[in-house]
């Protein structure tokens, strides 16, 4: 089992392009989670799904979009990158809600 | 202002000495999960403590859930350079969608 995977690994964009995050499970997971991590700012909820076909907004979604086309695939898009989205992105997907998270090795992503 | 807060942000010991890591609230929680995250990997549970009061013990790790449900702490004995990294608590059951909410880490440096 791999687990949760992430791809890429690194980026660099220029402000105002665009950009999607993959992330995968293999766990058959009905929750999926999509977090950004900042210096000192632990790790902060950007969007989740409780299920296929479902999203729903976290506590920092503003310039970030999601889909939850197939129960294995969650993904995160950047419609138009800012500085501000400079950060490390985690995938992580649990069994249900409150329990136990498993988290993808992160995407560092660079926006100059 | 983060809902959970970690002390210290930062701790740079020696082999060999103790140390306690704080987690504090003012909200109460269902339970609380700790996690270790370790350079360019994503965080790995290491306990969820669900009792008030509970105590659990991993090896030389100490782990312990307040009272009230509003603060926990991780208590190493004898450290050692393999326990090197960002110490994760996340709370459980205070929100909606019983989202997790991640405290800022601490960063732990055990010098050989």
């Known amino acids: 089992n791999a687990g949760v995977t992430q791809t890429p690994k690194f980026r660099v964009l220029k402000t105002g392009q665009s950009m999607t995050l993959l992330c995968a499970q293999d766990m058959n997971h009905e929750y999926m989670y999509w977090y950004r991590q900042d210096p000192g700012m632990g790790l902060r909820l950007i969007h989740y799904s409780v299920g296929e076909g479902t999203t729903a907004k976290g506590e920092v979604p503003d310039g970030y979009n999601v889909s939850r086309l197939k129960k294995q695939n969650f993904l995160l898009g950047l419609e138009s990158a800012a500085p501000s989205q400079t950060s490390v992105y985690f995938c992580?997907?649990?069994?249900?809600?409150?329990?136990?998270?498993?988290f993808g090795p992160g995407t560092r992503l660079t926006v100059l | 202002t983060q809902l959970l807060e970690q002390s210290p942000q930062f701790l740079s010991i020696q082999e060999g000495e103790n140390l306690t890591v704080y987690c504090n609230s003012s909200s109460v929680f269902s339970s609380l999960q700790w996690y270790r995250q370790e350079p360019g990997e994503g965080p790995v549970l290491l306990v969820t403590v669900v009792t008030g009061g509970e105590v659990k013990k991993l090896k030389r790790l100490t782990f312990q859930f307040g009272d009230a449900r509003k603060d926990s702490s991780l208590h190493i004995t004898a450290a050692q350079p393999g326990d090197t990294g960002l110490y994760l608590c996340a709370g459980a059951g205070n929100n909606a969608g019983n989202m997790l909410t991640f405290g800022g880490g601490t960063r732990l440096m055990v010098k050989p």
């Open positions: 992580a997907s649990s069994y249900h809600s409150g329990l136990e998270q498993f």
